[in-house]
């Protein structure tokens, strides 16, 4: 009954790893071991596409019956929602930063890696606020029929980084994310 949400959970663990891989290459600017620009770009495009364009708009769906069931979280859901807007804008900033820095045009600020982790410490507390409040909701309140038309109203779509089928683009980051996965305290469950 609950299977978007244990989905929405495992796409934050999923989504967790490839942040702690950004801030673990961001770490390396300026340092001898050089960060790969192109796959801190294809993690920021994987954020992009999956998260805000296929995961953020299932939870908003969420958000809204849980909006409904329990007023008193208005302020919260209005809070994750204009997170959801923040996150989008600040990823595709750093996308096209990060582009330029992969095609030479320039080279990142210290400003820019501040922004950068910023960025991962923004989404990493975003995810644990819908774990904390919205989700167990989703879970104690919603009926049966609650959850068979929320999920009728959404288009399934698979991640193409992490799911049984991965996609040609992503294929050298998850590699690089099967190596960093094991050092990683974030893929221990
Ligand atoms: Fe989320």
């Known amino acids: 009954m609950c299977e978007l949400i244990d989905r929405l959970c495992a796409d934050h663990k999923n ?8 801030n673990d290459e961001i770490d390396k600017f300026g ?30 769906i969420v958000f809204y019956q849980v909006s409904i069931h329990a007023s008193q979280l208005g302020d919260i859901v209005g809070t994750l929602t204009a997170e959801h807007d923040q996150i989008y804008q600040d990823g595709s900033e750093l996308f096209d930063w990060i582009n330029g820095v992969e ?10 890696l501040r922004f950068g982790r910023d960025y991962v410490f923004l989404q990493t507390r975003h995810m644990q606020l819908e774990e904390s409040t ?3 909701i989703a879970r104690e309140l919603f009926s049966a029929q609650e959850w068979e038309s929320i999920q009728s109203s959404y288009l399934m779509q698979s991640d193409p980084l992490f799911g049984d089928h991965v996609e040609p683009e992503y294929q050298t980051l998850r590699s690089q994310l099967d190596e960093f996965m094991p050092n990683n305290p974030s893929s221990a469950s």
């Open 15 to 22: 989504i967790t790893i490839v942040l702690d891989f950004i």
């Open 134 to 136: 919205v989700f167990p």
């Open 31 to 60: 340092f001898t071991v050089a960060p790969s620009t192109e796959l801190l770009s294809d993690s920021l495009r994987y954020l992009v596409e999956y998260a805000d364009n296929v995961h953020h708009p299932q939870e908003e």
């Open 103 to 112: 095609n030479r045009q320039r080279d990142i600020t210290a400003q820019q």
